[in-house]
């Protein structure tokens, strides 16, 4: 494998341009997080207290899941990279397909991979999140507007909704809070059927990404569930099929029941054809053009900011905010960082991995989220708390 590095020196510190071509083999995620209580719903610091009668909800117990802020219980935390070069190294350790971008202020400190779309799991959520962003700009929703849920909507976990009974209201803001803090599926499902998915599609390219048709037609998380677990004779060739028999499919998928569990989707069964897509740039484009949109909905950078993703402590740490989106589905781990400082300077890392490599695959997810740290804080005056 060849590996290119070009040094760059800035005021504060040489940063390091990472080229390099990654191996051919898929790769396998593996996920946890923290969920909310089901009986409580996140509001806007913003709101009034009597707009609902739900008290905010804290963070709970710990499930295998997307947006994890800690590996699980059973791997260590990985020893702390000293700078980009060594994070590029230990990319290249890992086993299957790794793409990755860090960039600052629009300069590119490290770039890894073959800068081609890899599937994003539940990253894939920006789109949802940006989507309902521009229909709240065009007025046609508000923060605070009521969302229903219906068993036709009723998805399987990451997530806490779809423990709810049939007719469970709450607000578009707790939805879009738990779509993105906790990964929730089935509040996903909810914003889609809100939004349609058109306008999802539509915001991916509003958006930035560098070829919208990839997630035509943006699957709702149920429909990837049933294509995959539920009812798998309908997506069995699904990376052959165009648009519109695409979509015909998704039609007949309507019609079927959820009949799944969640102890039905094993960890070993790879299928990256059933996925949304994209590049390191999408994602850093979708998380960034949220980020901005923050200035005018601070229900935004609430929502993005309330799971750091973080594996490690940091100390003295540069940023202000710090925005973060995670993802894993059988055969992919996902995750994108996005840190603000008052000084206006920002930092995007984008890292994605796919393997076949199942049995090691929570060993595999630990070192990518620990490196994940390590991008953050590369030549900063930051450091992990174990340094």
């Known amino acids: 494998m060849d590996r290119h590095l070009i040094p760059r020196f800035g005021a504060a510190a040489a940063m390091l341009l990472v080229l390099a071509a990654c191996a051919e083999e898929d790769v396998t995620g593996q996920r946890s997080q ?27 117990e710990q499930e295998e899941d997307d947006a994890a802020a800690e590996p699980d219980s059973e791997t260590e935390l990985q020893e702390s990279a000293e700078g980009f070069e060594e994070i590029a190294e230990r990319m290249e350790e890992l086993p299957g397909r790794v793409e990755a971008l860090v960039v600052e202020d629009g300069d590119v400190l490290l770039q890894w991979g073959r800068g081609e779309p890899a599937p994003l799991a539940s990253v894939s959520k920006l789109y949802v999140l940006a989507a309902l962003v521009e229909a709240v700009d065009a007025e046609d929703v508000e923060w605070m507007d009521e969302l229903e849920l219906t068993d036709e909507l ?60 990839l997630l035509r037609p943006f699957l709702s998380t149920r429909e990837l569930f049933q294509l995959r677990w539920g009812v798998p004779e309908l997506g069995q060739d ?44 999408d994602v850093a484009a979708v998380i960034q053009g949220l980020a901005a949109r923050a200035e005018d909905h601070p229900e935004v950078g609430e929502i993005l900011t309330a799971n750091p993703g973080l594996v490690d402590e940091v100390e003295d740490a540069w ?20 840190a603000q400082s008052e000084d206006g300077t920002e930092r995007t890392v984008v890292l994605m991995l796919s393997t076949d490599d199942t049995e090691n695959i ?26």
């Open 34 to 60: 923290q969920e909310i209580a089901l009986d409580g719903g996140h509001q806007p610091t913003n709101s009034d207290p009597a707009d609902s009668d739900a008290p905010d909800a804290e963070a709970a």
């Open 362 to 387: 929570a060993d595999h997810r630990a070192e990518l989220f620990s490196l994940a740290v390590d991008a953050l804080i590369a030549s900063t005056d930051s450091e992990r708390e174990d340094s």
């Open 319 to 338: 940023w202000d905010s710090l925005a973060f989106k995670g993802g894993g589905l059988p055969g992919v781990v996902t995750g994108t960082w996005h």
């Open 238 to 281: 699904w990376a052959d099929m165009d648009g519109d028999t695409r979509l015909d499919v998704l039609d007949e998928v309507a019609e079927q029941e959820l009949e799944i569990t969640s102890e039905d989707t094993s960890r070993h069964d790879l299928d990256d054809a059933i996925d949304w897509y994209a590049t390191a740039e």
């Open 154 to 213: 009723r998805s399987l976990p990451s997530g806490t909704l779809q423990d709810q009974a049939d007719g469970y209201t709450t607000t578009v803001y707790d939805v879009a809070h738990r779509m993105v803090s906790i990964s929730d599926n089935t509040g996903t499902d909810m914003l889609m059927a809100l939004l349609g998915r058109e306008a999802v599609e539509e915001a991916a390219e509003e958006f930035g990404h560098h070829d919208p048709e």
